[in-house]
């Protein structure tokens, strides 16, 4: 198993990428978690679960905007996922926080 946490949308100085744009936020981590999973020999279609935490006024809008994102990253049925909508993430303009497991065939 393949455990990957803490993906944000950052530089590698930690300055917030797109701040308060979840949609272009969702599309940097999902990148940095698929350039992730190939660093291990893994593709998108090998993570059984994701957990994203956003930032949001938890509308269904946004909600639906959010999954769609993370949606396309993933053959069908794709994994079993989890989004949580928080009030606040840990930096400012920070809109969402994603971990995946993945399991090698």
Do not use: W
């Not at 949609?23 to 999973?37: I, S």
């Not at 679960?49 to 509308?59: D, L």
């Amino acid at each position: 198993m393949i455990y990957v946490s803490g993906q944000v949308s950052s530089d590698a100085k930690g300055t917030v990428l797109d701040p308060d744009a979840l949609v272009p936020q969702t599309h940097t981590v999902m990148g940095k978690v698929r350039t992730l999973l190939a660093e291990y020999g893994l593709s998108m279609d090998e993570v059984v679960k994701v957990n994203a935490f956003f930032k949001s006024g938890g509308t269904a809008e946004e909600l639906n905007d959010n999954l769609r994102v993370r949606s396309a990253c993933f053959t069908d049925p794709g994994p079993a996922t989890t989004g949580i909508s928080l009030p606040a993430l840990t930096d400012q303009g920070m809109m969402i926080d994603v971990e995946v497991t993945a399991m090698p065939r």
